[in-house]
């Protein structure tokens, strides 16, 4: 069994017709927490993590749409973390925010003992990323609860989904999926 030197929490926000999961991944050692893809209410979020005594030191983004990045800025405001999106997803939409890191493939974000490793998964969107931890991995809308992400999006084809690239073998081999 893996040694796991993190905690991941689960928060549900909801703005009209989108309800999102985010996800907060904390560093047992330092306390230093990433969060994935944050969406609609800051408060549950800022306050979510004064409860858990962490320090944001970077925001996940698995891809550009605004029902995933809208809460980015006020969180750098607050935060000053480092914002994390492909560089496919960067070049393709022109997302673009202060302390913006593309990353490619294969990449590696460490926050304290936790390693992060960045997994390209186009489909739902063309630079659309995976977040691979030791024993859990975080999709974005490459996956969705019922399947396969929708792929019919601007940028979005299916031949490059996870099923199209071969890499639906990589993804279903973690124990702990997190969409």
């Given at each position: 069994?893996?040694?796991?030197?993190?905690?991941?929490?689960?928060?549900?926000?909801?703005?009209?017709?989108?309800?999102?999961?985010?996800?907060?991944?904390?560093?047992?050692?330092?306390?230093?927490?990433?969060?994935?893809?944050p969406a609609w209410k800051l408060n549950i979020i800022v306050d979510k993590l004064n409860?858990?005594?962490?320090?944001?030191?970077?925001?996940?983004?698995?891809?550009?749409?605004y029902d995933h990045v809208n809460l980015v800025a006020p969180l750098e405001g607050?935060?000053?973390?480092?914002?994390?999106?492909?560089?496919?997803?960067?070049?393709?939409?022109?997302?673009?925010c202060n302390n913006l890191q593309a990353i490619n493939d294969q990449d590696k974000i460490s926050v304290g003992e936790t390693m992060v490793t960045c997994m390209h998964t186009p489909g739902h969107t063309a630079g659309g990323v995976s977040y691979l931890?030791?024993?859990s991995i975080f999709?974005?809308?490459t996956i969705f609860i019922e399947g396969c992400g929708i792929c019919n999006s601007w940028g979005g084809l299916?031949?490059?989904?996870?099923?199209?690239?071969?890499?639906?073998?990589?993804?279903?081999a973690f124990k702990r999926k997190y969409i």
């Open positions: 069994m893996w040694d796991i030197n993190y905690e991941i929490y689960q928060l549900n926000t909801r703005s009209y017709r989108f309800s999102n999961f985010i996800y907060i991944i904390i560093d047992k050692t330092t306390r230093n927490a990433l969060i994935v893809d409860q858990l005594d962490a320090a944001l030191q970077g925001i996940l983004l698995t891809h550009s749409h607050l935060f000053n973390p480092y914002v994390y999106m492909s560089k496919a997803e960067t070049d393709y939409y022109g997302f673009r931890l030791k024993d999709t974005g809308d299916p031949e490059q989904s996870p099923e199209g690239t071969g890499r639906d073998g990589t993804l279903g």
